[in-house]
């Protein structure tokens, strides 16, 4: 297996396609509106100080854990414990569920690379009414969906060198570009100070226990962590990369850019009067009615959003159809064009019922859950699968593979240094899992979602008993 396995092409191609599995919906759709409607900076804070130590401590376990087996999520954890088979498959799981909804959203953000130049910015007023039209429509963005998802198989489908690392090597930095260029116009408008002030004068008022929840499951979400993502990529490493350093750089890419995505939305947000916390509209609502009131330049920077929105959505989406692709292929020993094609028919499917459960499904929810495909894959997987996945990965990190084993891996068998390897070592083991536990109990505050995290539970514990047949 690991004579014939792809690696990354170069170091730099390997940490463009990782930050770019990072970098994503998470950033630029998702952290501006969790932002908004969680305190603002306060909860950038909060966010921050997930990222840099329980996300930090994980993507470097994740890494190392993959390169370690030279196997996919599924494969690694088998490769030292038939019992943790189920962890492995619960990554996968979960990147096969977001992968339900993301390229929902990923065919919004290609929709409106076109809608802003074909006349939605040249009525204002109608730009929320546009939105809610369009998303509810039984037949234009499940269209979107499938052209967004066509991208998906295509890159993938070239595997891993070929595919995957190339299109981070051109769309990466056309992103941070993109977004630099946006952020500058932003902050520079007339009143754009109370947007910087809103992004980095904290208000402790509004935090509560769901805003920890909130910022861990975005932590997670942002990363690419517990969902076997990670693991991937980092089974096709080479032994000679230093894993700490480069976890160091991607976590780093993946802030920088969701600050960057703030500073793009929040100042122009305030110097016209806008409303931060408006959810999900706050991209496809907001942020378009901005660009209105800019007059021609508008429609370009609108062009270059959106672009930037597809940009990140592909980056990581790719990364997620991977995990499910590397596992069919390394346990199941189907071809990489017939893996690729096969879970994209899946997620198609999966993707028109999430798409329909905005529209013309939406007045049927699922008994019980009140939620409909789209806020089920959602829900189950940044406030459960992810935070749980996590845990395991700590868990298993710490108490099952040898200590040795893993300092060998990160200083690559004592030819490099981690001074802090004892410190991330009983951070993993001891630390982690209790902040993870702790932060998914005190976040419950509902009969939904705690139906949502039995309904996780129960899945999970099905993985556990029936994980050998994975």
């Known amino acids: 297996m690991e004579a014939t396995r792809e690696n990354w092409g170069s170091r730099i191609g390997f940490l463009l396609a990782a930050a770019g599995s990072a970098v994503g919906l998470g950033n630029i ?35 190392a854990v993959g390169r370690r087996a030279k196997l996919a999520a599924v494969g690694a954890y088998k490769h030292s414990s038939e019992r943790w088979t189920f962890a492995g498959a619960l990554g996968v799981l979960s990147g096969f569920l977001i992968m339900g909804f993301y390229p929902v959203v990923g065919g919004w953000a290609l929709a409106y690379v076109w809608k802003s130049t074909t006349g939605l910015l040249a009525d204002p007023g109608a730009i929320g009414a546009a939105f809610g039209g369009f998303i509810t429509s039984p037949v234009q963005p499940v269209a979107w969906m499938l052209a967004f998802l066509v991208l998906n198989v295509v890159i993938v489908a070239k595997g891993i060198a070929g595919g995957i690392e190339k299109a981070g090597k051109i769309l990466m930095p056309s992103l941070f570009v993109m977004l630099v260029l946006l952020g500058i116009r932003s902050i520079t408008l007339p009143g754009a100070g109370a947007g910087l002030a809103f992004l980095f004068r904290p208000d402790f008022s509004a935090v509560t226990g769901t805003t920890f929840l909130a910022a861990l499951g975005q932590s997670f979400f942002s990363l690419s962590l517990g969902m076997g993502c990670m693991i991937t990529y980092g089974s096709y490493l080479k032994k000679s990369e230093k894993i700490p350093s480069n976890g160091l750089i991607i976590v780093s890419l993946d802030t920088g850019v969701a600050l960057l995505a703030g500073l793009a939305i929040f100042p122009a947000l305030f110097a016209f009067g806008l409303e931060p916390a408006a959810g999900p509209g706050l991209v496809f609502v907001v942020v378009p009615s901005i660009f209105a009131q800019m007059g021609g330049i508008g429609v370009v920077l609108s062009i270059i959003f959106f672009v930037a929105l597809t940009v990140a959505a592909l980056t990581s989406s790719v990364s997620l159809f991977e995990v499910v692709v590397a596992y069919l292929i390394d346990q199941k020993q189907i071809p990489r064009i017939r893996a690729v094609i096969g879970s994209g028919v899946v997620m198609a499917i999966m993707g028109a019922l999430a798409s329909l459960s905005l529209g013309v499904m939406s007045g049927t929810p699922i008994p019980l859950l009140g939620v409909g495909a789209f806020d089920l894959f959602d829900i189950l997987t940044d406030k459960i699968f992810l935070a749980i996945g996590g845990l395991l990965l700590a868990v298993f990190v710490g108490w099952v593979i040898r200590k040795d084993d893993l300092r060998a891996e990160l200083t690559n068998d004592g030819a490099h240094t981690f001074g802090g390897f004892t410190l991330w070592y009983h951070a993993v083991k001891y630390v982690i899992p209790v902040a993870i536990a702790v932060v998914a109990v005190v976040g419950i505050i509902s009969i939904e979602q705690t139906a949502l995290m039995l309904l996780g539970l129960l899945v999970i514990a099905v993985f556990a008993l029936f994980s050998r047949r994975f």
């Open 29 to 63: 759709w998702r952290f501006p509106y969790m932002a908004g409607s969680n305190g603002g900076s306060a909860f950038i804070i909060i966010y921050l100080a997930f990222t840099f130590t329980i996300g930090l401590c994980i993507m470097i376990a994740e890494l």
